[in-house]
């Protein structure tokens, strides 16, 4: 006999399976669920977002799981090995790279929120605004885009952070102003393609304004191939993140940054290679998990992806 559980589970697949949605809001839960049951097949996307859901959680509990201070020297404890005491040996300062690794998730997550929140909303502006209007305005806007794409994105962010100074705050602003170009492009194509599209006609008779056009219409149908395009730069912000930090011109001594320990290493990779391994793994595992989740959240949201 089937129990009370399984017939309401029964009920609520048929609810979000159903063809002819009552609602708006049964219409999105049904895709929503169709969507999560397309990435669950997907193994690697699952591994990705489950190695980025241990990362916020070691972020968040980086106090309770470091066993020592990220930044406390030992002189007399230096370049030990990897041990029970120290799982990931300690660096030319005694410090504990377990505990500065761990410490350093942080400042990573930090770094790639703020470039999100800052250079998202920016290149899909301008990509939406250019494409709407058309003309000058795209014009101008995209030869603006195409002189920021002319340059190699770490080439720029260290020009841009060479004139701000070194530091963490200055990094994430370089980094920014360097990631919103290809957002903006993206942001066109997809404007481009539904501006003159029936709807928009309709709600232009309407009375409606370009700016209730661009942020009520066309900027919520643009998001998701954004989604994908922001998931996909977290690797590169990352390693440009780090870049900047190897070389001094991002987050500064002694503050736990992957790319600054990698660089510390450098000096003993031959008789000490945990120094520059272990920062170095580190980047290694989130940047292939963000890739792992982009390339899955793209055969969810794209529909001109094979989703089987």
């Not at 399976?17 to 929503?32: I, L």
Request: proline share 6%; net charge positive.
């Amino acid at each position: 006999m089937m129990t009370n559980k399984t017939l309401k589970t029964g009920r609520m697949r048929k609810w979000l399976r159903a063809d002819t949605p009552d609602s708006a809001f049964q219409a999105w839960s049904g895709r929503a669920y169709l969507g999560l049951l397309r990435f669950m097949k997907n193994r690697l996307a699952v591994l990705g977002l489950l190695i980025i859901v241990a990362l916020i959680v070691i972020a968040v509990l980086a106090p309770v799981i470091a066993p020592y201070d990220p930044v406390e020297t030992d002189i007399g404890n230096r370049l030990q090995p990897l041990s029970f005491t120290h799982y990931l040996g300690t660096d030319e300062m005694g410090r504990d790279i377990f505990s500065r690794i761990i410490f350093g998730s942080r400042l990573t997550l930090y770094i790639i929120s703020l470039v999100a929140i800052i250079a998202a909303p920016v290149g899909i502006l301008v990509g939406t605004v250019a494409g709407y209007f058309g003309g000058i305005v795209d014009t101008v806007l995209m030869r603006i885009t195409d002189i920021f794409l002319a340059f190699p994105k770490l080439i720029l962010a260290l020009a841009f952070v060479s004139a701000l100074g070194p530091g963490i705050e200055n990094a994430v602003i370089a980094i920014s102003i360097t990631s919103w170009p290809p957002y903006a492009r993206i942001a066109r194509a997809e404007t481009i393609t539904i501006r003159n599209c029936d709807f928009i006609k309709a709600v232009r008779l309407q009375g409606a304004g370009a700016l209730r056009i661009i942020t009520g219409h066309i900027m919520p149908l643009c998001l998701p191939s954004l989604i994908i395009r922001v998931t996909l730069d977290m690797a590169g912000i990352i390693l440009t993140a780090a870049g900047l930090g190897f070389l001094g011109l991002g987050a500064q001594p002694p503050t736990p940054e992957w790319g600054a320990m990698t660089a510390g290493g450098r000096t003993y990779i031959i008789d000490h290679w945990w120094l520059i391994s272990m920062p170095g793994t580190a980047i290694f595992i989130v940047s292939l998990a963000f890739n792992l989740l982009g390339d899955g959240l793209r055969e969810v949201l794209d529909p001109r992806s094979d989703n089987g």
